[in-house]
């Protein structure tokens, strides 16, 4: 019988600062009202002092670890969901393989923003399939709070720090496990979600980085079109290649960005709110942390069962957008 990429456990970080709407109030030209009628967002939590993604991917893999019983030795391959590591070289998932221990595995980051999660767990569940690795530490972690301009209110108060990880361990002889996964990019939507200076096009302080962008930058109207697109499409998708639809998904936990693009896509699946996972208010847009936050907070309060049919989906800077359909 074919192998199964199947979660064991999952674990999770959050910086303990909170920033409410009330804080981004004094910050910035912006209000309570106008953050939560359009993002539903109320609190994120934010990293201080040397707190970042590193840090936080490092906290949620030994939770998950733990509770998986499954030793850092054992793992043969950690893939980590990242565009804000620590540095832009040597990836996060190095660092969590050294700290962790992880002597047998390999390791390498995942650059798909907020669908980082959704394109890791697809990339280990294939490794495991296919027989070339065996028990993954699947990890999505971001910092944005480091990148954001502080000063835009366009793009501040959306964002906050988190970080999430699950073991996955290939199993035979079970119908658990990762079932479908589906992997969308267009790059041509590149444009609207950016951080220009920094890689080897613009360096940092060279003539070529003058006049660019050294902060996150955001075209949210553009963003917001694609996202409600994007997310009904991807889920469309991953129900039709494993013969399923709406009315088998147990659970809907989608990306975290925005509780209106959330309930369009929900919508659009005739998902009733008791089926769709919604934790967007206390973390803000989490990007590679969001899904498996959400993964873990459902399984926390006991709506994630042996057995149960989760949907997960994500969209993000690309651009790019997917899912993963899963029987937990
Ligand atoms: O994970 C992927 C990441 N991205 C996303 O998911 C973001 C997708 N986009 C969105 O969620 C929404 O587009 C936003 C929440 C970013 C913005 O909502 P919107 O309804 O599209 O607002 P808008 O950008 O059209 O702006 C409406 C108005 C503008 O004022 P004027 O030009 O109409 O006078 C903005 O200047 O709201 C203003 N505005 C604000 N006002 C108060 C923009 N940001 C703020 C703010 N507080 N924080």
Redesign the pocket.
């Known amino acids: 019988m074919n192998k199964r990429a199947v979660i064991q456990s999952v674990g999770h970080a959050v910086p303990s600062k909170v920033l409410t709407n009330d804080d981004l109030e004094r910050m910035v030209d912006?209000?309570d009202e106008?953050?939560v009628q359009?993002?539903g967002i109320k609190e994120r939590h934010i990293c201080q002092g040397d707190e970042g993604t590193g840090s936080l991917a490092l906290e949620a893999s030994r939770e998950a670890l733990e509770r998986s019983g499954i030793p850092a030795s054992e793992l043969d391959l950690i893939v980590c969901g990242t565009v804000t590591g620590d540095y832009i070289w040597p990836s996060t998932a190095c660092m969590l393989q050294t700290e962790l221990g992880a002597n047998n595995a390999g390791a390498y980051d995942v650059s798909a923003a907020?669908a980082g999660f959704i394109y890791s767990l697809g990339t280990a569940a294939a490794m495991i399939e296919s027989g070339h690795a065996q028990n993954v530490l699947v990890v999505g972690a971001d910092a944005l709070s480091k990148q954001v301009d502080w000063t835009d209110?366009?793009t501040c108060?959306?964002f906050g720090d988190g970080a999430a990880a699950v073991v996955v361990r290939g199993e035979t002889d079970t119908d658990r496990g990762v079932i479908e996964t589906v992997l969308m990019a267009d790059g041509s939507g590149g444009k609207y979600?950016t951080y220009e200076v920094g890689g080897t096009k613009y360096p940092v302080g060279s003539p070529q980085a003058e006049g660019r962008r050294d902060k996150v930058y955001?075209a949210?109207?553009e963003?917001?079109r694609f996202?409600v697109q994007a997310m009904g499409d991807a889920c469309c998708k991953v129900l039709e290649k494993a013969g399923m639809t709406p009315d088998d998904v147990d659970l809907f936990v989608p990306?975290q960005?925005?509780l209106r693009?959330i309930e369009s896509a929900a919508k659009r699946l005739g998902l009733p709110d008791h089926r769709v996972f919604v934790n967007v208010a206390k973390y803000g847009?989490t990007?590679g942390g969001s899904i498996p936050l959400g993964l873990y907070e459902a399984n926390e309060q006991g709506l994630l069962t042996k057995g149960s049919v989760v949907m997960t989906v994500g969209?993000?800077a690309g651009l790019v957008w997917g899912a993963n359909l899963i029987r937990w």
């Open positions: 912006t209000s106008w953050i359009r993002t907020c209110r366009s108060v959306l979600i955001m949210g109207a963003v917001y996202a990306h960005a925005n693009i847009n990007s969209f993000g």
